[in-house]
């Protein structure tokens, strides 16, 4: 467990009785969630049950069916124009972007680029950064996430393990103030899933940005989070500290679900 939430804090962000359907299917039914800065939290639940649409709303690759989610006090789908509440435009949607890091399963770097330069490409487009500023920033990055000696290397030459590590690096360049990490070890071989967890709790552990940690590794859950949460069919079930909810859970979807991990 890592950062202590002082409870005068104001929520980084807020979900607020946020719904989302695909068709006739209600994946999300009305989450309220709060998250506070540097504070850690473990999502974790069967497949299925909305975890990964959370994050995605989050980084606006879903926009909600219904409810609002706030970045401090700002909304993200929604603005303010002429004193009225407006759908975001594109301006908008990209200036909220740049608060929210998300990293992926599967890693999303471009081919046909080097490591340099995918941990350099958002740096340069989005905040303006100078090449000198973007390759100084990205190179304090890899050296963080143990590759500082793959600069010039391509995503082909790299192994899984290492192509995840960048992408956790190119996420990190943008100091986002939320860091999303979906299911970042699924798509791995086994032997290579200790080294990226092992770069996420160092991160965690420097305890300056918040984070959703959408994923099924249960210790890993344990280690890092200041709180976990539970979800099940759309739905918050349970939250709490790691160590309340792994010994003693209270609801039965609960019970059975850490039976199968524990």
Known sequence: MTTLVKEEAEPIVRYQTVKKSFGELEVIKGVDLDIYPGEKIALIGPSGSGKTTLGRMLMTLEEPSSG??????????????GGKQLPANEKHLQ???AKVG???QHFNLFPHMSVLS????????VLKL???EAAERAQI????VGLADKLEM??????????QRVAIARALVMQPQIMVFDEVTSALDPELVGEVLSVIKDIAEEGEMAMLLITHEM??????????????????VEQGPPEQLFTNPQSERLQSFLKRFL
């Open 95 to 97: 200036k909220m972007r």
């Open 141 to 144: 990055m890899l050296a963080k």
């Open 154 to 163: 391509f995503p082909a030459q790299l192994s899984g393990g290492q192509k």
């Open 118 to 125: 995918n941990v350099t490409l958002a740096p340069r487009s």
């Open 68 to 81: 609002r989610i706030l970045i401090g006090d700002e909304p993200l789908w929604q603005m303010e124009s």
């Open 219 to 236: 210790e890993f859950a344990r280690e890092v989070a200041d709180r976990v949460i539970f979800g099940a069919e759309g739905r918050i």
């Open 102 to 104: 998300m990293v992926f």
């Open 130 to 132: 100078s090449k000198e």
